[in-house]
């Protein structure tokens, strides 16, 4: 029997103007985990939101804050985030030169550590910290905005990403993020993920479509 997947809903998708009801709605429908992305128009050519709105929204949910960090520099703000009520920080393997010691410091926090992979990284440059991270994320679209397309190249990495956590004897979870559908989801859970990122699609419809679309993404089929 194949595991059950998580799905995490990125709130970039959501209405910006109700962040609060759409992280209580999003909870209610169903979301395992709550995404974050946190952008600086630096890393990535785009801006989203900062610290204190994750620690605004904190209260509005019970299920663990997954914040994806697409900044650089990345380590300057760690203890903002974390203080903020993050509970995973992920930082991107591709945001500066001391992604060791960046690891360290958030799981000093007492909080889960990840590293993520934008499309153009193999997936062996994480052979180095498979030993410290709770999680490893794959980027299937190039980070920077929601509704992009899935990159089918990626598919490749993350069977050889699951191979590899799965040879390292460690509980660590391995997330999709990017252009995740009705289609894309089955695929990418046969490849091995533990999680899926999804904004578009778990948004979409608005508030009584919710608990449907993460339905149907965690069950990876079309038809339900
Ligand atoms: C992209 C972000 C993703 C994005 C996902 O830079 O990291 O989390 O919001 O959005 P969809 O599911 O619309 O591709
Ligand atoms: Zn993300």
Known sequence: MQKQVRIAPSILAADFAHLGD??????????????????????VPNITIGPDSVKALRSHSTKPFDVHLMIAPVEPFIKAFTDAGADIITIHIES?????????????????????????????????????????????????????SFIDGQLEKIHLLRSMIDKCGRKVDLEVDGGINFDTAPRVIAAGADILVAGTAAFEGGKDAYANNILRLRSGSAHI
């Open 22 to 43: 759409e992280v209580r709605a999003i909870t209610k429908a169903g979301a395992d985990l709550i995404h974050v992305d946190v952008m600086d128009g630096h890393f």
């Open 96 to 148: 500066g030169p001391h992604l060791h010691r960046t690891l360290e410091l958030i799981k000093s926090a007492g909080k889960k550590a990840g590293i993520s992979l934008n499309p153009g990284t193999p997936a062996e440059t994480i052979a180095s910290v498979i030993d410290c991270v709770d999680l490893v994320v794959v980027m299937s679209v190039n980070p920077g905005f929601g509704g992009q």
